[in-house]
């Protein structure tokens, strides 16, 4: 009998810095979907947004110590390597070639960076390399543009089954059991006025935050 195709996620972001909402939404949808790895990969260049406020280097490094042994994630600093716009297109079409064409690939992203899927670049080969699983955020409305509606056309399914059964192409929409309303921007608007942090990222976070004074300028 042949064995189950892999399950691989890619979650990117600009993790400036990583939060719980990102590392808690993380492990709920590796579990939701059954992933066997999620690869959390910072943009060096986010290309639809303002430069971030520490390095790239500074913000895989706080996503090393807040995803530290967690079975299945990894801090991915694949991007980091790369010259160029960190497009999610080069990141996802390296992953299919290293899981191979049977892999699920699965590109797993917030309801925000959602809405604005179609103005990213080249959308439609995303969905030539993986799925897009959405996941519900506090303070952000379901509503699709219609150039948003056009991207998806028939690509929409109800369930994490009927998706898995291809290993592309599929939008499934999902609220996970925990969702949470914490921001990165509100992290450094709170570290810029010296106010607490505590519980809103991991300790190990807030450690390195604190004792390499990033983020207080
Ligand atoms: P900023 O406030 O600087 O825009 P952010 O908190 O939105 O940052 P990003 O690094 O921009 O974090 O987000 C990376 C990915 O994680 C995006 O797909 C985003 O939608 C998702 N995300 C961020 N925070 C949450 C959260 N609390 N719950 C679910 N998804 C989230």
């Known amino acids: 009998m042949s064995e189950a195709p892999l399950r691989v996620g890619m979650f990117g972001g600009t993790f400036d810095p990583v939060h719980l909402g990102h590392l808690r939404s993380a492990v709920e949808i590796s579990e939701c979907l059954h992933l066997d790895k999620l690869h959390m990969i910072p943009a060096p260049q986010p290309p639809l947004r303002g430069q971030p ?16 042994d967690t079975p299945g994630l ?46 990213w670049h080249q959308p439609e080969q995303l969905f030539a390399l993986a799925h897009v699983v959405v996941m519900a955020r506090p303070g952000y409305q379901p509503d699709r543009s219609a150039a948003l509606k056009e991207l998806i056309g028939l690509r929409e399914v109800d369930s994490v ?18 969702p949470m309303g914490i921001s990165a921007t509100h992290i ?30």
């Not at 406020?53 to 530290?68: H, N, P, T, W, Y």
């Not at 999610?88 to 390296?94: F, G, K, R, V, Y």
């Open 74 to 119: 990894i801090a991915d600093g694949r991007e980091l390597r790369r010259q160029g716009p960190s497009y999610s297109t080069l990141t996802l079409a390296e992953l299919r070639e290293e899981y191979g064409d049977t892999a699920r690939l699965v590109m797993v992203l917030g309801q925000d960076a959602f809405l604005r899927l179609a103005n």
């Open 161 to 178: 089954a009927s998706m898995m059964e291809e290993p592309k192409g599929k939008l499934l929409a999902l609220t996970l059991p925990t």
């Open 188 to 217: 450094r608007q709170r570290l810029a006025e010296h106010s607490s942090v505590r519980y809103l990222l991991p300790e190990a976070v807030e450690e390195q935050i604190h004792a390499r004074q990033l983020y207080t300028f």
């Open 53 to 68: 406020q520490i390095s790239a280097q500074d913000r895989l490094a706080l996503l090393e110590a807040g995803v530290k």
